[in-house]
């Protein structure tokens, strides 16, 4: 049987797990595919599983240099040593799997080009959605459609930081620790919780779904770290829930793509997305509704991506596809930064006559139409207001609320939660 | 720009659909495939969207002895002429893209070695959930996996009437009517109502989910006419509701497949699954639990499937991919017909002393654990006494309700619904 030798860089959770599977799995692979995956060579610093001396690698070059080895799996993540390495695997024709989202999102034209130069592959499933088969899905199984839209929850330790908060009321604080001690949200968090990550992966998945470039400098990024118990506890007085939602449409060459908390009625499929599981939401021309739901995260489920990669990679036999629009922008391309959207406001008052009709006075004179309001007064100087509007232009919507932090009895505009049906 | 030339027979519901999807989305598939698809003939009894005449073949012939036609697309269904145009097709060399889920499941093997005997490609994507991209991603997504269950709603039709009698409260009757006058059933409504859809599509995806051949005659099958409105509200009140779920599992060489109805509590990810969508959930031994879910049925959702599948032929460009394990019965395969699962038994008794202890004694002695019993004594002779079992062995169960069934005060076995968690 056809032996395919791999190397893997990086042996933390994701590398660990690729090894793993990889080792597992190895009979019913050959059996369905009819051949056999040998990690060759490992290059890491750490060995988060036991490693036979022999396939430890000193350097990038044993690797490089070895023309056994056919795929380079890289897990180290970052943007500095993991592009270097990539770009000297790909230099050399080596296909490369990487997951590193990050890197892909910042640098994808460079490699992709590094890529097409020596006609090797260059495949990243892992980086979006972790085991969810989503960007193949994309790019196999939908390409009969027009995507219009999709909203997905891709980022596992922000979701179970706002589940947390929905199951037991408490502050974001509070559950962001306890994350972290269980190992579901990272020393220094920043990433997450303030939605890098979920945007690195909104600008690879809306790329390849709509046919254009979307970078991350036009997706509008608010994470997580300003909703409150009582944001959350109201949304379910509202009948919704928040979830930090990556967002993207395109009507005609006009797009939007933007990640922030949101609210979603309880109805809406997403909002039984639970815990550390993540979702994609699609919208298309010939398909509809589609939605893929699974583990975005963690050592196996990555690893049954990245492992789904080489296998895929294999059996391309050397004619990889790339998606070559990526590598210039579209000129036709609008990036709307103006969106619609109905909106969740909570404003800390102080209880006083007229400041009801101040506030939406102001409103009525930027077009925020309201839907609801909620006011909870106990006649002291810090009582919150809460409205639902209708749909709202977001200039709008910040100019209003420009005029009203200006209102003598207005504290504070305390959330500004978009909200989706 | 390369052209693509291809036929498609049969131009019903799905036929009309994929024709449409072809003309609207050929721009955006050329613009990310790089070649144009192009409707050269299309042979149909009837037609459901206008076909110019030059299109309009007079007989299979033209098309099998076109050699401009590389693709033949059959959408007429049935086992007998559907069968042997896709012969004549594979014959001449020309890869075949069906959604006929009776003829696979039934002659999978001798259409797979008619394909590889000239090479073409076989390709059935649009068999199993519609616009769902399901068998693709089992086969190009989940490869580094060892698939240990799967649970799916793969009929449309059963699930919108299921949908109808939980939210409106009616009978299985009542519904049906309605969904045979919005087209939602067919005037003959058996294959859907007695489960032989689910059957037929089950037989398919379990195959390639489990990589050894899982025969029609091998599945258990139950239909949904037997599921009445108090049923259903019964499963309402202990938490649950009853969908019509495909359930395969493997276990080593032991594998258990089955369609019938199954209460299941309402926090299950496929208790959400509402009217005529479909929904997949599977594990995976990486991937862990993994769900899409969308429309199963359907001229657009149907042709998104099947257009994807002409894209993929395109692509594979001559080296087609087939599942050769399907052709022979592994001989090593156990098909387990004594699985284990809880029950909800509803039985109509003459509310007379002695009749729960006659019965619970019989459960006992077929090591039948109950977790509920309701009991609605109203003192007549045909009440309702409702069982919830703890997991128990299928054999036990039929030899207990056999003795049960036996007993003076029963009237009868009203309800027998497995129960998973």
């Not at 992709?112 to 959605?129: C, H, K, L, R």
């Not at 891709?154 to 979701?159: A, L, P, R, S, Y």
């Not at 939605?291 to 049954?304: C, E, H, I, K, Q």
Request: a negative charge; glycine letters at 8%; aromatic letters at 8%.
């Amino acid at each position: 049987m056809k032996k395919i030798d791999i190397a893997i860089l990086g042996l933390g959770t994701v590398g660990g797990g690729t090894y793993q599977v990889i080792e597992r799995e190895r009979e019913q692979i050959a059996k369905k595919e009819g051949f056999e995956l040998n990690v060759k060579k490992v290059l890491a610093l750490d060995y988060s599983v036991p490693i036979p001396d022999e396939k430890k690698a000193k350097d990038i070059e044993e690797i490089v240099n070895d023309p056994d080895i056919k795929i380079v799996v890289e897990l180290i993540g970052g943007k500095t040593v993991a592009k270097k390495f990539i770009l000297a695997a790909l230099k050399a024709g080596k296909t490369v799997v990487s997951a590193n989202k990050e890197l892909i999102a910042n640098c994808w034209q460079e490699l992709q080009d590094a890529a097409m130069e020596t006609g090797a592959g260059f495949y990243f499933e892992a980086s979006v959605g972790g085991g969810i088969p989503i960007l193949r899905s994309v790019q196999e199984s939908l390409q009969a459609n027009t995507i219009r839209s999709l909203s997905a929850i891709i980022n596992g330790t922000t979701n179970y930081i706002l589940t947390n908060m929905e199951d037991n009321g408490s502050d974001f604080d509070v559950v962001l620790k306890e994350a972290q001690q269980l190992g579901y949200a990272e020393a220094d968090p920043t990433s997450d919780i303030e939605a890098f990550d979920s945007m690195y992966k909104l600008s690879i998945l809306s790329s390849l779904a709509f046919g254009v470039h979307i970078p991350i400098d036009h997706i509008h990024r608010e994470g997580i770290t300003r909703i409150t118990g009582l944001d959350m506890q109201l949304a379910h007085e509202l009948g919704m829930t928040i979830k930090l939602l990556a967002i993207a449409k395109k009507d005609g060459d006009t797009v939007e793509a933007r990640v922030h908390p949101t609210m979603i009625p309880l109805s809406h499929p997403l909002a039984n997305v639970k815990g550390v599981f993540n979702s994609i939401f699609m919208n298309g021309s010939a398909v509809g509704d589609v939605m893929f739901y699974g583990r975005g995260a963690g050592d196996f489920p990555t690893a049954s991506a990245v492992v789904s990669d080489i296998i895929y990679a294999v059996n391309a036999d050397g004619k990889h596809k790339y998606a070559p629009y990526i590598g210039k922008d579209d000129p036709n391309v609008i990036f709307n930064t103006n969106w619609t959207s109905s909106y969740y406001l909570r404003f800390s008052v102080a209880d006083k006559p007229g400041v009801l009709s101040a506030i939406t006075g102001i409103m009525g004179k930027y077009n925020v139409g309201i839907a609801s309001v909620i006011q909870k007064g106990t006649g002291s100087d810090d009582v919150p207001l809460i409205f639902v509007t209708y749909d709202t232009k977001e200039e709008d919507m910040n100019a209003a609320l420009k005029e009203i932090c200006l209102l003598d009895a207005v504290n504070e505009v305390s959330s500004c939660i978009r909200v989706e049906a």
